[in-house]
């Protein structure tokens, strides 16, 4: 066994990580930027090494760094994570070359389903069903996909996959360069802008197009496996909750696959989703010209391969519109152990499938590394993940069977973020004053920050995880919600705290509609109950339908001069919706002269300036790019008019309520 590791991350997960070390006997090594000196895991650490400025680019993702940090510190190996480098086939490269050991799969299984595109010809040629998709090379992807698309062979791409259609990240996953795409002319410009923000958080600009299935559930498999050629899965995770094709909420078991034990059903209510209609699924999938699988195959009784053409894939349905739960979790099971064999993979890993509403499940992505959502396996399993990677990494083999394994009671996770919900999730920066963390049994809360730390615009705002555990789904939502009232976070921030209550209590989440349209479909109006009575009508008197990730309104201002403040996820009195407040004189002057000033609502980084002085512009048109906490915003004009002056240029850094732009009418 090790005797010193090294943690190439930050936050949360590397205070998860510091921890287990500590109950192995392992010294832990903490890595840490010029922003995070005085960070949680920095604190907790045996010892933590400075590695470069705030910016991911010149610390985080710092190869070079990392790599001295640990010789200097005398580690034995590397634990990434996840986000950052811990899906960077160079980076386990460098760490094996360096001599140490990479806590993760080989460089060489990490190439092949780090890249989304190549793990989709993997898992085709694998028998497991796939989403139809465009990943490069040309004509609709029947050449070579080393070969970089153009915006027309992504045109080309779209128009035969069919609208909607869905831009990601060829490397790296958490919702980072990832768009959905509903008309031809959104497409160059939605490419253009998952690539940027692609190239930010992961270092790889690739992107590929899939087919976007409406309404589907997000349903991921937990894999482990030793060197030894063990390969075991952990059953599943539901992760449908999302927002910005991001997860928030997550649960295991699914409410869609019933209960593991008596095959009952998980829902709470009576009602079932509109869409899970009487009958059977046939699982007769159709293919394309270019050989991809578009459907589900049809099963034999082992749920093997058939041979002739159709793959492992999807369950039924039975007449009366319940869930024939252990089959398809089986089958799902089967085909996510053989995704992991297929690659030769190694340590712990998640592939992850959409799942329609009959039940026909397809290959999503395999992330090569640990998921944030992993504590819920860890409470229905009694399996230490983290503890198991740092012993598989150490030469183990594994130390217990698939037989072995079983889901006991239900495990709820609610990620806590420092943003704010009634603005279209828009990011909130600040300095936690006090914080109270929910305690009682059965409860769990990995936090990243504590009382006294900063949210900073340089990284993610997760703030922490909660996570409860019951005997049933129905207790684990009541537990859930008792936290989460619990949970006090005083400061200059707003959270998502009441946004998360209101989504488990939410009569839909209690009956499982849990899709990913979830958030769209029933809470899309959502508000804070506290500021309801306050902030009376001031929808009316701004204009905060457009979502500020694809139309910055979250930058807008000189829209009127109401104080709209309030009260959001126990926080302290706060600027409601994100938006920077105009100074008085600076507001008055700005109209007297006919014109509009769009500030910045939070610190960020100028990634480019889109327009010149004298420019005519349309209506949402993109004026600036900005980059915070690792998300890319654009800075639209609020309507048409003219630039009267630029007044930052690419590479500035600006401040809260710094202004960037004065435009005429």
């Given amino acids: 066994m090790f005797t010193t590791l090294l943690i190439a991350n930050r936050g949360e997960i590397a205070v998860r990580i510091i921890r287990a070390c500590k109950e192995m006997g392992i010294r832990a090594v903490a890595v840490y930027s010029e922003a995070d000196a005085k960070a949680m895991h920095v604190r907790l650490a045996d010892e933590a090494v400075l590695i470069g400025p705030p910016a991911p680019r010149e610390s985080y993702l710092k190869i070079d760094r990392i790599i001295e940090a640990a010789q200097k510190s005398k580690a034995e190996a590397i634990h990434p994570g ?114 940027r923000e692609a190239a930010n958080a992961f270092g790889d600009d690739s992107v590929f197009l899939e087919k976007y299935v409406e309404s589907p559930r997000h349903i991921e498999f937990q894999v482990l496996a030793d060197s030894f050629g063990n390969t075991i899965h952990l059953f599943e995770r539901e992760c449908s909750i999302q927002r910005r094709h991001q997860k928030i909420i997550e649960e295991t078991p699914s409410p869609f696959l019933g209960d593991p034990m008596v095959g009952a059903d998980l829902r709470v209510g009576p009602d079932l989703h509109a869409a899970q209609a009487q009958g059977k699924h ?8 270019r050989g991809e699988h578009i459907g589900s195959g049809e099963h034999t009784g082992s749920g093997e391969h058939t041979g002739s053409g159709e793959h492992i894939g999807s369950g039924e349905h039975i007449g009366s519109g319940e869930h024939i739960g252990s089959p398809l979790r089986e089958k799902m099971g089967a085909a996510a152990v053989a995704a992991a064999r297929a ?186 109950p506290q500021q309801r009575e306050e902030i009376g009508d001031w929808r009316s008197e701004i204009d905060v339908q457009a979502d500020p990730w694809e139309r910055a309104d979250g930058f807008r201002l000189g829209m009127g001069g109401k104080d709209l403040t309030g009260f959001s996820g126990g926080l302290r009195r706060r600027n409601l919706s994100g938006l920077a407040r105009v100074k008085q004189k600076r507001r008055q002057a700005s109209h007297a002269r006919g014109n509009e000033t769009l500030e910045a609502a939070m610190p960020g980084l100028v990634r480019g300036v889109l327009v010149k002085e004298g420019d005519t512009v349309e209506r949402g048109q993109a004026l600036v790019l900005l980059e915070a906490m690792k998300m890319e915003i654009r800075v639209a004009a609020p309507h048409e008019g003219k630039v009267v002056k630029v007044l930052v240029a690419a590479g500035e850094t600006v401040d809260r309520g710094q202004r960037l732009i004065e435009l005429g009418h």
């Fill in 82 to 195: 996840y986000g950052f480098l811990s899906e960077n086939a160079d980076f386990a490269g460098a760490v094996k070359a360096a001599g140490l050991v990479f806590v993760g799969p080989s460089p060489e299984a990490i190439r092949k389903m780090g890249s989304k595109t190549e793990a989709r010809v993997i898992m085709q040629a694998a028998g497991v069903p796939i989403v139809p998709g465009y990943q490069g090379g040309g004509d609709s992807g029947r050449g070579d996909s080393r070969i970089a698309p153009t915006d027309a062979d992504f045109a080309k791409a779209a128009n035969d996959i069919g609208y909607p259609v869905l831009v990601k990240a060829a490397a790296g996953g958490g919702g980072k360069g990832m768009r959905v795409v509903r008309s031809s002319d959104e497409l160059a410009e939605a490419v253009a802008a998952a690539k």
């Fill in 282 to 289: 046939t699982g007769r999938g159709e293919h394309t010209g």
């Fill in 343 to 528: 690659v030769g993979y190694v340590n712990a890993g998640t592939v992850e499938f959409i799942v329609d509403p009959l039940g026909g499940f397809y290959f999503l992505e395999m992330n090569t590394r640990l998921q944030v959502e992993h504590p819920i396996t860890e409470m229905v399993t009694g399996v230490d993940l983290v503890k198991a990677q740092i012993r598989i990494a150490a030469g183990e083999r594994l130390w217990f069977t698939q037989a072995d394994l079983s889901q006991r009671g239900h495990a709820i996770e609610c990620r806590v973020y420092a943003e704010d919900p009634a603005n279209n999730f828009f990011p909130s920066i600040g300095k936690i004053e006090s914080a109270l963390e929910p305690i009682r049994p059965g409860l769990r809360v990995d936090a990243g920050v504590t009382e006294g730390d900063e949210v900073t615009i340089h990284y993610d705002p997760m703030i922490a995880k909660v996570v409860a555990h019951a005997e049933t789904r129905a207790e684990a939502i009541r537990k859930m919600d008792a936290a989460l009232t619990d949970y006090k976070l005083i400061g200059d921030l707003t959270t998502n705290i009441s946004f998360l209550r209101a989504a488990i209590t939410h009569p839909a989440f209690g009956r499982g509609e849990t899709t990913t349209d979830f958030i769209e479909q029933y809470m899309k109006d959502w508000q804070p």
